[in-house]
């Protein structure tokens, strides 16, 4: 009995000193889909259901949480959206959504082909 009582005493001192030296070391944060996208990317707008297509157009992806990005573009004909992100197979996809984000990462540059909301479509690469 006495030697449960000092084991137990033992074990709850070692977990009461892991808890104490994890909470000193701040955890550093973990690369997501949301890191691997993010960048500039340089292509065109290859298909628009109210327009025509348009040559040399910059979308900027910013990472805005875990495993979530923000396309924006400096064309004013593609909305600012937000998207989830998800690995499929050797692509990063979007996770839910209207806006179609495919990242193919084993094309060099990387690959990206985003379609906003059904109405626009634009393929470029990483620069």
């Known amino acids: ?3 449960r009582t000092v084991l137990g005493i033992a074990l709850a001192a070692a ?9 000193a070391a701040p955890r550093e944060r973990q690369p997501d889909l949301g890191d691997v996208a993010e960048g500039r990317y340089f ?3 290859i298909s628009d259901s109210k ?3 348009r040559s040399d157009v910059t979308l900027t992806i910013t990472r805005t949480g875990l495993n979530r990005v923000r396309i924006a573009s400096d064309y004013p004909r593609l909305p600012a959206v937000e998207v989830p992100l998800q690995r499929a197979l050797d692509k990063i996809v979007q996770a839910r959504g209207d806006t ?3 990242y193919d990462w084993s094309k060099k540059p990387a690959k990206l082909d985003v379609s906003f909301l059904g109405e626009v479509s634009w393929s470029g690469t990483k620069q």
């Open 51 to 53: 327009g025509s297509s």
């Open 15 to 23: 977990a009461t000193g892991a808890r104490a030296q994890g909470a």
């Open 43 to 45: 292509g065109d707008v």
């Open 1 to 3: 009995m006495q030697r």
């Open 100 to 102: 179609v984000f495919v």
